[in-house]
């Protein structure tokens, strides 16, 4: 069973970007598409060029749903859930995130 672990500090997260972190040996990329505590955490690695860049792609909006925009290839893929727009089979794992204090935490999927 996968546990909570801390990750970063919220203010470490601007606001309209993400960070990578290494959880349980996963790159998890966790965006911060507002000034709130609002986040969401997906699998860092771009399916279609095998990299890890998506923490360091451009969050967009797509009929009222966030998506980030893999700085390579420009897949998007969905933050609530990582379905990819383009293509459902490359779609990429997502992961619970929660914010106590200022701490940030993921949790990989049981």
Request: aromatic share 10%; glycine share 4%.
């Amino acid at each position: 069973m996968s546990q909570w672990t801390a990750v970063c500090q919220l203010d470490d997260i601007t606001p309209q970007t993400g960070v990578c972190a290494l959880v349980e040996q996963e790159q998890v990329a966790i965006f911060r598409p507002y000034n709130d505590d609002r986040l969401y955490a997906l699998s860092n690695i771009d399916p279609f060029a095998q990299s890890s860049v998506l923490s360091r792609g451009l969050i967009a909006e797509y009929e009222n749903e966030l998506y980030i925009v893999s700085p390579l290839k420009k897949q998007h893929f969905r933050l609530t859930d990582g379905l990819c727009l383009e293509d459902e089979q490359f779609s990429i794992a997502h992961y619970q995130v929660k914010t106590e204090g200022k701490t940030v935490y993921v949790r990989l999927n049981d």
